[in-house]
T-cell receptor
Framework: GAVVSQHPSWVICKSGTSVKIECRSL??????MFWYRQFPKQSLMLMAT?????????EQGVEKDKFLINHASLTLSTLTVTSAHPEDSSFYIC???????????FGSGTRLTVV | AQTVTQSQPEMSVQEAETVTLSCTYD???????LFWYKQPPSRQMILVIR??????QNATENRFSVNFQKAAKSFSLKISDSQLGDAAMYFC?????????????FGPGTSLSVIP
């Protein structure tokens, strides 16, 4: 149980276009989802926290207008990278809390390459 | 603010041997959870073991065990009988116990290699 499905696994887009990444909780209701960014050989950096039905809370230094997060239902959160540029190329991972003790379950990640 | 430190960027262990990964953290809270996550080359994050701060007993999951020293704010991971499949990045992580939606703070990670 407690599975988060993340799509797409990888995406290549042209500079200036927008890309949407979806995360779905398959067997539980994810009131809160977290979006991380990870560069090669580095740790996960929290970008934002999304709560169902309300605006996302962004970490300091994360551009809200570039990384649009929507959490319209208890099972779906989306991250849209707008006007993508090569420096946005990275690995993006979502996670959701399903149990206060057991922590979070993670999506399989999305590798974004902007050319 | 809470911080998590892993002082060993890279570690290696001989297959079947034991290795210990170090982690220290800083917090002023009394209620929190600590985790070790494994990230293999597939980059899927896998929970290895967890520890509730209010529990004095060290957590154990098969070949994985922790040494939780609350006063010293230390949380090391011991892997016994290392296997080739243990090769991965290992992240120590902290989570406040205030709510069920507190963010997880990750350490910088330790890359573990297993030598056949």
């Amino acid at each position: 149980g407690a599975v988060v499905s993340q799509h797409p696994s990888w995406v290549i887009c042209k500079s200036g276009t927008s890309v949407k990444i979806e995360c779905r909780s398959l067997d539980f209701q994810a009131t809160t989802m977290f979006w991380y960014r990870q560069f090669p050989k580095q740790s996960l950096m929290l970008m934002a926290t999304s709560n169902e039905g309300s605006k996302a809370t962004y970490e300091q230094g994360v551009e809200k207008d570039k990384f649009l997060i929507n959490h319209a239902s208890l099972t779906l959160s989306t991250l849209t990278v707008t006007s993508a540029h090569p420096e946005d190329s990275s690995f993006y991972i979502c996670s959701a809390s399903f149990d206060r003790i057991y922590g979070y379950t993670f999506g399989s990640g999305t590798r974004l390459t902007v050319v | 603010a809470q911080t998590v430190t892993q002082s060993q960027p890279e570690m290696s262990v001989q297959e079947a041997e034991t290795v210990t990964l170090s982690c220290t953290y800083d917090t002023s809270e009394s209620d929190y959870y600590l985790f070790w996550y494994k990230q293999p080359p597939s980059r899927q994050m896998i929970l290895v073991i967890r520890q509730e701060a209010y529990k004095q007993q060290n957590a154990t999951e098969n070949r994985f065990s922790v040494n939780f020293q609350k006063a010293a704010k230390s949380f090391s991971l011991k892997i016994s009988d290392s296997q080739l499949g243990d090769a991965a990045m290992y992240f120590c992580a902290y989570r406040s116990g205030k709510t069920s939606y507190d963010k997880v703070i990750f350490g910088p990670g330790t890359s573990l290699s297993v030598i056949p």
